[in-house]
């Protein structure tokens, strides 16, 4: 496992942009595939955006697709997310998880496939 620590959340005004960050220790990181999850409020955590190994593949799920960007640095160990556009539906607090995987093309957008998690940051959206 590793351990994670995520930064960057905060409140915004609808339509502006937030970049949060996450930090992972170790020196196996790019060996993880990575995800960023959010669980709002009285709902169950979802799956925002995840990135393989080596950052060449990403995917989104439907309502964050181009407005969402995740992108990650192996050499600084971090994974990032660019959050433009920010809607109220936004608000959530945002997990950053990792999953070790020998397959460097694959990334997964499942909960079961990671095995550690960051303790999440807020974003809250005001309209």
């Known amino acids: 496992q590793v351990h994670l620590v995520e930064s960057g959340g905060g409140l915004v005004q609808a339509g502006g942009s937030l970049r949060l960050s996450c930090t992972a220790s170790?020196?196996?990181?790019?060996?993880?595939?990575m995800a960023w999850f959010r669980q709002a409020p009285g709902k169950e955590r979802e799956s925002v955006a995840a990135?393989?190994?080596?950052?060449?593949?990403?995917d989104y799920t439907d309502s964050v697709k181009g407005r969402f960007t995740i992108s990650r640095d192996n050499a600084k160990n971090t994974v990032s997310l660019q959050m433009n556009s920010l809607q109220p539906a936004d608000t959530a607090v945002y997990y950053c998880?990792?999953?070790?995987?020998?397959?460097?093309?694959?990334?997964?957008?499942?909960?079961?496939?990671?095995?550690?998690w960051g303790q999440g940051t807020q974003v809250t959206v005001s309209s």
């Open positions: 990135i393989n190994r080596s950052g060449s593949s990403t």
């Open positions: 170790g020196r196996t990181f790019s060996m993880y595939a």
């Open positions: 998880a990792a999953a070790r995987t020998s397959y460097l093309s694959e990334y997964y957008f499942t909960e079961d496939e990671y095995d550690s």
